[in-house]
């Protein structure tokens, strides 16, 4: 069963309350109209001003569920939402779980200089479709619907921490704008908890401390914030929006000085904790195993066939209850009901792998979408979990998740990434190997032939590295009837005036493999005849770039989330009695991150085109939009052209 988008989770519950559900204001405030007015003019994209954002964080002493000594946080914040539009409307979720109760939330809309407070409680709603495993993540949510412009309304939540340290970040940024945000710890004098500023340079953040009868008062305030807009691959916003890590490294509790999370042997003595909790019953893998391996006798034979086999057949689900959702679920466990989350699998690969004899260890990563170095004392580091195999001298870095994946080569999401690597009382810290855009190719050999008003011929494609992994994993996945074709479509570019017939491929059971795609290929509709000379199209834009293109409006940078190399050499031999009346001038582009190189050849009456194209770095920032549209539009120009062919 598919999880539902949190998207899709708030509108099936709107769509399940009729319009009444809302409360409607009806006498407006002179001030809230003009303040609508001008702020309409500030943000002409938005519908909905928060006017005020106020989050304040007080800190107790409590339990966890195992029953340690912690710091518990709570949480009362207020938002003031303001209409800059007539018939504007928004929804206002807040999450929870067993960590995060929701003490209070209410909803109240203004009535002249009176904010009436409505008595329905939020529509509540799971995140996750109940199916074949458990999830504790809960949303509740409120709409707000606004008739005119200057209608107001307000929000207020109650939240506790049970457990501080999964109070791990907060973001100045919503998707609203918000014209002023205050965010306040109240500290008590018997803890040391530090706020990490993060991306704060370039954004204007007031700070303010104060200390007053054994506690002193962190504020921050940020005005005039502008909305986080969701955008097509943009880069993420741990990478670029101001937000604060909560850390707390230590409290007093009668007498005694308990850690928290001051150092990263903190972090990493939490993790192992909960990790040795899985409850492993290694035997109860061992008939399995030897099916597995039944018939290698090489290591590396044995090695593949084990992760390969976690890989096929373990589905990949999430999972989140309260510690349980920390605590990977038991190797035996995942085998027996063939799923399990990110940890349940690294922990069955884990064991696998050391019940064979290899020298393999459960390990923490965060993925190319989490900014923070394994340095940084905070949970908010790690978000996925591998298994670390050493063999031959060598790390290997096994990811149970990520289908069709080769061994000796590691999912673009975490290469370049730190890892914890558990190794008893100890753990090391690693890097996964970083690939270059030569790893990742795309390499497309075609000769044409021009005959009367026929053109056609042979395309070759081999692909390697993450690009074979990306084609395997959106072939496999297609029904049969379908796969034929993905490969035909595969052939045709993606170009209408393309046809591809009588197509073959390597051997795609075997994702060690280059995969290899060729068959014949018609391109006889691109051919256009006037006055007897002939008009030739060969070179096709990449159409997955156009989706790269930034508009005026696009507010972030582009994070392509690939280093791709294409190389295409495309030859076209025509008729004896005719010639090639010109070609294009060569194009050479090199900036940083990004190159291109064409030329066309013409020895006879063969024509060669070749190109190469290479994404060296997946960050495309937005000061560099200038030099990427020029690259990408020079690219088009120069793909377009048409051979003029003409009689001798």
Not at 104 to 123: E, L, Q, V, W
Not at 562 to 573: A, C
Not at 603 to 621: A, C, Q
Request: aromatic share 14%; hydrophobic share 35%.
């Amino acid at each position: 069963m598919q999880h539902k988008t949190i998207k899709n989770v708030i509108a099936l519950g709107i769509l399940g309350f009729s319009l009444s559900f809302s409360l409607q204001a009806t006498a407006q405030n002179d001030n809230d109209i003009s303040t609508a007015e001008t702020y309409a003019k500030k943000y002409k994209e938005d519908d909905i001003l928060c006017t005020s954002s106020y989050h304040f964080f007080t800190f107790d002493k409590g339990k966890n569920a195992l029953n340690d000594k912690v710091v518990e946080i709570q949480e009362d914040a207020e938002y003031e939402f303001l209409s800059l539009k007539k018939f504007s409307s928004m929804t206002y979720p807040e999450f929870y779980n067993k960590f995060i109760q929701l003490k209070t939330f209410k909803r109240a809309f203004k009535y002249g200089n009176k904010y009436i407070t409505s008595d329905r409680g939020g529509i509540d709603r799971s995140v996750t479709d109940d199916g074949i495993f458990f999830d504790d993540s809960r949303v509740q949510f409120y709409p707000l619907r606004f008739n005119q412009k200057g209608d107001m309304a307000r929000i207020t939540v109650k939240k506790t921490f049970t457990d501080g340290k999964y109070l791990t970040r907060l973001f100045f940024n919503s998707p609203y704008p918000i014209k002023e945000q205050v965010i306040e710890f109240k500290v008590p004098e018997w803890l040391t908890v530090d706020f990490k500023r993060m991306n704060f340079d370039g954004s204007k953040i007031e700070v303010k401390e104060t200390t007053k009868g054994g506690y002193t008062n962190y504020v921050f305030i940020m005005k005039d914030v502008p909305a986080y807009k969701s955008e097509y691959r943009r880069i993420g916003k741990a990478f670029t929006d101001p937000h604060i890590i909560v850390q707390i490294k230590s409290f007093e509790s009668k007498g005694e000085v308990l850690k928290g999370f001051d150092k990263v042997d903190d972090v990493y003595n939490w993790n192992n904790r909960l990790y040795l909790m899985a409850g492993n019953e290694k035997e109860k893998l061992t008939a399995q195993l030897s099916k597995i391996t039944a018939g290698k006798t090489t290591d590396v034979e044995k090695i593949k066939a084990i992760y390969y086999w976690v890989q096929d057949n373990v589905r990949y689900i999430a999972y989140e209850d309260g510690y349980s959702g920390y605590i990977p679920s038991s190797a035996q466990d995942v085998l027996a009901k063939k799923y399990g989350d990110c940890k349940g699998m690294a922990n069955l690969l884990t064991e696998m792998m050391k019940l064979s004899g290899y020298d393999a260890h459960f390990t923490w990563i965060g993925t190319r979408h989490i900014p923070y170095p394994q340095s940084t004392p905070a949970l908010c580091v790690n978000n996925h979990a591998i298994c670390t195999l050493n063999y031959g001298g060598k790390s290997y870095y096994l990811d149970g998740t990520e289908s069709y994946v080769p061994f000796g080569e590691n999912a673009f999401r975490i290469q370049g990434k730190e890892v914890m690597i558990a190794n008893g009382d100890k753990f090391e810290i690693k890097t996964v190997p970083p690939t270059t855009a030569n790893d990742n190719k795309i390499y497309t050999k075609a000769d044409f032939v021009l005959a009367n008003e026929s053109l056609n011929g042979k395309v070759k494609v081999t692909i390697t590295g993450n690009e074979r992994t990306d084609f395997h994993q959106s072939y496999q996945d297609l029904p049969t009837s379908s796969q034929k074709d993905y490969l035909n479509d595969y052939l045709e570019f993606g170009n209408d005036n393309m046809v591809a017939t009588n197509v073959k491929t390597s051997d795609l059971k075997n994702r060690d493999l280059p995969v290899v795609i060729e068959g014949d290929v018609d391109l006889s509709n691109t051919v256009n005849t006037i006055s007897g000379d002939k008009y030739v199209g060969v070179d096709f834009f990449p159409k997955t770039l156009d989706k790269f293109i930034p508009d005026e409006k696009r507010v972030g940078g582009y994070d392509l989330d690939v280093l791709v190399k294409f190389e295409d050499e495309i030859g076209l031999t025509i008729p004896a009695d005719k010639k090639f009346i010109d070609k294009p001038d060569n194009l050479e582009l090199k900036f940083d991150g990004y190159e291109f190189k064409g030329e066309y050849t013409i020895t006879g009456n063969k024509m060669v085109l070749k190109k190469e194209l290479s994404i060296k770095n997946s960050i495309i920032k937005k000061t560099d939009f200038p030099n990427w549209i020029k690259f990408i539009e020079s690219i088009k120009e120069f793909n377009k052209y048409f051979l003029s062919i003409t009689k001798k």
